[in-house]
């Protein structure tokens, strides 16, 4: 490169040196404005006011345009040394600015600037260290001008570190935890590899013939160790505690909620909700393992565990000594807050005493009563509780409680759930054999009149078949319940003649309408269908008089339905038993004798394949039942 080019390429870099400074030197300023104690009216950094370093900085600036003269009228050989010396001297202005900010600023308030001061009075000297050595043998030095980028990339660092305590003097830039953990973590592993390097390049130059091969050894040796240390997870947990005490807050609460949550309600590993919770409390600590008690009668049983085990017992007495101290101290407890509290030493025998791996019970309760507890073992990082953690942990700790107590709720509900299906079944069955019953009945009154009538007994024949196979079938679905099939198809008229055969010797025969001589196939189970209808078919034979009348009409608006209308003229009823009880189950007008089922079944099957059921009713002049269902349209 010839002189003049060299020549301004040192201009171009003495003109982007001075813009640094000049952002070094403003935002020290600021910070020491920021953190001076009010009652200080003069030190020395009030010298060096943004004014004054911008008047530095202009004279500056004349300087370089008018070099060439100042270079001819002093007799100076290297154009370049009053350049050199002016960053000499904004470089001492600089650490003048990071020992006054650290001097001026209160003990309580140096940790947020400590990083500040490192970093800034590293770049400061050494630069000062570079343009000093310019200035006095007349030329920079390139190797160490090449070395400075090494040295801003180990101060970074520092800076992240500094930016994260400071919020107020950085600008809106989020600087996460994760990241300062990963970048601390790499240039770490980055110095370890480049140190071991140095070592073994020295190990083989001093070593002679076996050079290579020492070399070799300890190269190996040195990628083992750092494998070793790089997977550590104690060493990874204590660089955790070092990164977040670097910052303002000991956590970002909401990375942390957002990793509980993850954890506590993501179950992409099938694992049980039990071990969820206490994988998510145990990960806020770093803690080792965790086991898990909760409140059953009267005592706390052991129910799961994550991560290293302990031996502990299966249940924890209601008034043990462990959990009465829980209830009163009513927060987390350590294990040496609980021996000093009972004066006893670890000799004594108790689990969570004699186990030295056993370090927090963390309480869990819902409205004000202990619902159970967690057991924290040691933390990887070997880490004492403050005020932070506590609060934190406290936080996490309820929440696992609610979400447990709900978990619990649930389970008993599906329970209850479960017993209330089988309760309704035996009602339903006993609804369906109360009706047969009745046909029996019938039988038996008319067989005394009819005894010796050829065709009653040819009817009656006919009758117990009828009722023999539905008893059969109702065995069956008591046995094996059958699935509601709503894809088998049956015909309307086949399930009325089955119903219409059951009143052939009943005083009121209902009577079959069907005037345009339909017999749609709809889709539902033979005899769940069958057995709905017949509940609106019964109901409507015992509420007529002796000279009442039942019809059941087949009418359709469209061939895509079809409206099955149940109409009779009995006791009827009113709008407000329609609306308040005629469909809520096990509310019947017809006293203990009757379940109160038949039509809130009836109701609940016909919406299941898709139909619609309306009631409209008069007290004492009748009742019309109006059943619309989809059907099979291409089968009339």
Known sequence: MSQIGASLAFEMIFIAELLRYFTWLYVLHHAIGYYQDKSIKFDISNLFSPLFVSILFIIAFIILILNDSIILLLKINNPNIIQSAWLMVFAIIGLILVEQLYRNTSHEFRWKISFLCISAGSIFIYDFFVYSNAFLVQTIDYEYWSARGIVNVLVAPTLLISAARNPSLSPNIHISRQFVFHSTTLIGSGLYLIFMSIAGYYIKVKSGEWGELLQSTFLFAALLLFASLFFSSKLKAKIKQYVNRSFSNKYDYREEWNRFSNTLLTNDGNLSIYLRSLQAVSQIVDSQGAQLWLKEHKEFKYQSQWGTPVTHPQAEAEGSALIEFIKNKNSIITRAEYINSKKINTTHDHWFINNKNSWLIVPLQVNNLLFGFIHLQTSLGSQELDQEDHELLSTIAHHVALYLSQNQSTQALQEAEKFKSINQMTAFLTHDLKTLLSQLFLLVENGKVHKDNPAFIDDMLITLEHVSKKMQRLILQLKEPEPNNISSKTRILDIFADILIEYKH???????????????????????????????????????????????ELTSKNSANISIIITDNGNGMSAEFIATR??????????????????????????????????????NAGTTFTITLPTNTNNK
């Open 506 to 552: 009943s005083p009121i025969q209902p009577v079959l309408i069907n005037r345009r001589n339909l017999n749609p196939e709809i889709s539902a189970n033979r005899n769940e269908f069958q057995s709905a209808l017949k509940h609106i078919v019964q109901n409507a034979v015992e509420s007529v008089t002796k000279n009442g009348w039942v019809n059941i």
């Open 582 to 619: 005629l469909f809520r189950p096990f509310d019947s007008t017809k006293g203990v004798s009757g379940m109160g089922i038949g039509v809130y079944q009836c109701r609940e099957y016909i919406r299941s394949i898709n139909g619609n059921i309306q009631v409209t009713s008069i007290e």
